[in-house]
């Protein structure tokens, strides 16, 4: 039975590697982000014509709403207001760029269940999740931008959980469904897929996590230039990479103040747009020369 499984694993890896083969002759470590991405990645090869490429699409999930303020400033400003605004702004600049597609998990002061916003992915083509948020501390002093990525530990667990049928009808890429399709009851199999993708996710967090620091570092104060680990519910998908943005403190008279501010709502906003745009311009430059 351990024999059966590795050989399949090996085969598995052996498809995957042939399959980066045939997308481009030389592989390095740092193209492993285009299995997640191929499917788009083949799409722009294929079609000549720009207007015709498919989207890359992104859904931008600002925190908390309704009955959920999340944090609160010591003048009042609530982290829920600050969230969608930055959101909204981020979501036209994306819209302007041909690539790119943005889609809100809310577009007003609405409550909106874990569930709900991880809905999103089950049923739509999202590459990318950004979760938009306020940070706050005990200490008024604290301050500054930080990123969040999710944790093995939560990780694994979702991935055990998906393969105990407790979570059903998540949408995989179109090679990973056909692999599980055909190998139902292959529990090691699919386990060993998911931890591969799930790691490849971490590894485009990080990467991403770079590039939005660089463009944060020009504008507002970095509290760590690297992003943190944490079992949060809203990075848990286990088919989507998702990372979270805490865009200033809250509790911070300073930040406060400034994250009330439409220019600086538009400034973070517009930080996180040029990042993603260098992001993948730079992983994928062959298929993103026009992407201003
Ligand atoms: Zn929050």
Same mark, same amino acid.
């Given at each position: ?12 890896? !052996?498809?995957?590697? $042939?399959?980066?083969?045939?997308? &481009? ?8 982000n285009q299995i997640i991405f191929a499917k788009e990645i083949n799409h722009y090869q294929k079609k000549k014509n720009v207007n015709k490429q498919k989207k890359i699409v992104i859904l931008i999930d600002p925190g908390h709403g309704g009955?959920?303020?999340? #944090? ?23 819209? #302007?760029n041909k690539f790119f597609q943005a889609v809100l998990t809310r577009n007003n002061d609405s409550y909106l269940s874990l569930k709900k916003r991880k809905n999103f992915l089950k049923n739509r ?20 931008? #930080? ?24 949408? !995989? ?115 993103? &020369?026009? $992407?201003?």
């Amino acid at each position: 039975m351990i024999f059966y499984c590795s050989f399949k694993w090996i085969i598995l890896a !052996f498809l995957l590697i $042939i399959s980066q083969i045939k997308f &481009k002759k030389n592989i390095e470590k740092k193209n492993i982000n285009q299995i997640i991405f191929a499917k788009e990645i083949n799409h722009y090869q294929k079609k000549k014509n720009v207007n015709k490429q498919k989207k890359i699409v992104i859904l931008i999930d600002p925190g908390h709403g309704g009955q959920d303020p999340g #944090s609160i400033g010591h003048k009042g400003l609530k982290e829920k207001e600050i969230t969608l605004k930055i959101a909204i702004k981020l979501k036209e600049l994306l819209d #302007s760029n041909k690539f790119f597609q943005a889609v809100l998990t809310r577009n007003n002061d609405s409550y909106l269940s874990l569930k709900k916003r991880k809905n999103f992915l089950k049923n739509r083509e999202v590459s990318l999740l950004l979760s938009i948020h306020v940070d706050s501390a005990q200490q008024s002093y604290v301050s500054g931008t #930080s990123i969040w990525i999710v944790s093995n530990n939560r990780i694994h667990r979702e991935i055990n959980s998906f393969i105990n049928n407790k979570e059903e009808n998540i949408y !995989f890429s179109k090679n990973i469904e056909n692999t599980f399709k055909s190998n139902q009851n292959d529990i090691y199999l699919k386990k060993t897929i998911l931890d591969l993708q799930c790691h490849c996710f971490q590894s485009i967090g990080t990467d991403l996590s770079k590039y939005i620091f660089q463009e944060f570092k020009k504008i507002v104060k970095v509290k760590k230039i690297q992003p943190n680990y944490a079992s949060l519910g809203i990075l848990s998908s286990i088919n989507t990479p998702s990372i979270l943005i805490e865009t200033g403190f809250i509790t911070n008279f300073e930040e406060e103040r400034k994250l009330k501010t439409i220019s600086y709502q538009k400034k973070v906003a517009n930080a996180i747009y040029i990042s993603l745009k260098n992001y993948f311009q730079n992983k994928y430059i062959s298929n993103f &020369k026009n $992407i201003d």
